[in-house]
């Protein structure tokens, strides 16, 4: 899908952020291995999120998606076969070690951007747990059969944390104690977030300073209610579109979430936005924004949104971090380069930093990559443009954000400011 976005001149409106697919598909994880039915409100039905309910029927659970709310009737019993994880990374790195809880050989494939991610750190970690695993050359598909043994692991987190959360899902019903030991550790907060929806469905994990993990074996997943916050990854590029573009309220966030993605909220007082945050919403507005320094490391998915904002500052905003963008579904760093280059944007990477050179965006077209990141990127970039901006592959949002379109238009508040080509 290709479409058209024409400068906005004055951005205004509140909307609501789209639940979290991050933690979406860890209820759904959680639901699968837990006996009975569990609720899952405020559900996210975007790419990924349909992605792991899929997975989770092909695994056993029986999957009862309604407006505003699934029902997982829990019952890990996979047959041996194929499970297909779209486009989803989080999907791949969690499930193959639930996988491996069951003695069937079970073989995950992808397809798109996916098939260029490695999973090299899957089979690292799994073998080291007695399990079966071939994958081809590093990348999908892989196999694996178990059962899982449980055990002490060590484990580098430096590529992602991915394969951590799925590690900490599956070995609770392991038949043996284990004991994680991870270096390198990147995105520590994602891990916390997994530990954090466990509890809620009666799995305790011991986390020994993001150095170690406890995991007691012979746990029993409860089903139980639970419902999906907001997004920050999502609601940051809003919040961005409001500083750059005049006033926007987002809701359905909560400024006390584990999320990494919160530090939108810490890059946007750097570059001298003015934010006001509330009980269940953030405010942004317009204000005189400078040049600033972020360590985007920890929270690698807001390097998209902290483009579009350093594009609308006069000077040289550093972000730093590049190293965790080359494995996601577009290599990102080298992507934002060329395209934000296309719309007049000066993007230079050294090492681990980007130096980007805000000031006029000029318009022009580019191409998301298949990358929903970059394709909201272009578009909050297309609100304060001079002229308009042309996004090819614009339906990619629908892996995290379905809505996203229809929210920024409303924002905007203008007749035509999106249109289909």
């Not at 907001?230 to 919040?239: R, T, V, Y």
């Not at 579009?308 to 290599?331: F, I, M, T, W």
């Amino acid at each position: 899908m290709k479409i058209k976005l024409t400068p906005c001149l004055t951005l205004e409106g509140r909307v609501e952020a789209p639940p979290s697919k991050s933690m979406m598909q860890r209820a759904v994880a959680a639901a699968l291995l837990a006996q009975g039915k569990s609720v899952i409100l405020k559900p996210s039905f975007c790419d990924d999120a349909v992605a792991s309910m899929r997975i989770a029927e092909k695994l056993g659970a029986k999957v009862d998606a309604s407006p505003g709310k699934v029902v997982i009737e829990g019952g890990f019993s996979p047959k041996p076969g194929e499970v297909e994880c779209g486009e989803s990374g989080l999907s791949m790195r969690m499930f193959a070690p639930v996988a491996a809880l069951h003695n069937s050989e079970i073989k995950l494939t992808g397809k798109g951007s996916l098939l260029k991610r490695p999973v090299f750190m899957i089979g690292e970690a799994l073998r080291q747990l007695g399990v079966e695993y071939i994958d081809n050359k590093g990348f999908l598909p892989l196999t694996v059969k178990g059962p899982v043994q449980g055990g002490n692991i060590e484990i580098d987190g430096s590529v992602s944390s991915q394969i951590l959360t799925g590690l900490i899902t599956a070995l609770p019903l392991a038949e043996k104690d284990s004991l994680i030991t991870v270096k390198n550790l990147k995105s520590s907060a994602y891990v916390d977030m997994t530990i954090q929806l466990l509890k809620y469905f009666g799995i305790e994990i011991f986390n020994d300073g993001h150095k170690a993990f406890r995991i007691p074996g012979r746990q029993s997943y409860s089903a139980g209610e639970y419902t999906v916050e907001g997004d920050w990854s999502g609601a940051a590029f809003l919040l961005v579109a409001g500083a750059t573009g005049g006033y926007a309220e987002v809701g359905n966030i909560n400024a006390g979430s584990l999320q990494p993605d919160k530090k939108i909220l810490e890059a946007l007082g750097k570059a001298g936005a003015r934010v006001k945050i509330l009980s269940n919403s953030v405010i942004a507005e317009k204000s005189e924004l400078k040049p600033f320094t972020f360590d985007a490391t920890g929270c690698p998915d807001l390097f998209p949104p902290l483009v579009a904002l350093s594009a609308s500052c006069g000077g040289k905003s550093v972000l730093k971090g590049v190293s965790r963008l080359e494995y996601k579904e577009s290599n990102r760093g080298e992507v934002l380069r060329s395209e934000f280059g296309k719309l007049g944007i000066e993007i230079t990477l050294n090492g681990d930093e980007m130096i980007v050179t805000g000031g006029r965006i000029k318009g022009g077209e580019v191409f998301s990559h298949n990358d929903h990141r970059i394709a909201m990127a272009a578009a909050v970039a297309a609100i304060i443009s001079e002229k308009p901006v042309v996004i090819a592959g614009a339906n990619a949002v629908g892996k995290s954000y379905p809505r996203f379109f229809d929210d920024l238009e409303k924002m905007a508040g203008t007749t035509g400011f999106i249109s289909t080509l």
